[in-house]
């Protein structure tokens, strides 16, 4: 059986110049208010890790699967999502 990495290592994501389709609203709400960094554990895909040197998420929108949990996962509703403009975001390789 593949691994879940090895299956999202085939998708391709085509990024829209200058507009990233997945951000932090305030860095400052993850590190004053988040104690549980739930973000870094609800997305499938890895978009968002935790950086205890620069104490902020840091958000690899490129890995994104556009799922949807980001937009109803965050407790404090400090991630901003939206869904990229057509042709550009995830596109599968198998659908």
């Known amino acids: ?13 085509v990024e829209d ?6 951000e932090i609203g305030n860095q400052d709400v993850c590190r004053d208010r988040c104690t ?5 554990y609800f997305c499938p895909a890895g978009v968002y890790e935790w950086d205890e040197d620069k104490q902020q998420n840091i958000v690899s929108f490129g890995n994104c699967v556009e799922c949807g949990a980001c937009a109803i996962g965050c407790p404090y509703d400090n991630i901003i999502c939206f869904t ?10 198998n659908g």
Do not use: I
Not at 36 to 40: D, E, F, P, Q, S
């Open 1 to 13: 059986m593949e691994k879940l990495t090895d299956k999202l290592f085939t998708n391709r994501y």
């Open 17 to 22: 110049t200058g507009h990233a389709h997945v």
């Open 36 to 40: 549980g960094k739930y973000c870094n």
């Open 84 to 93: 990229p403009r057509g042709g550009f975001g995830v596109q599968f390789k």
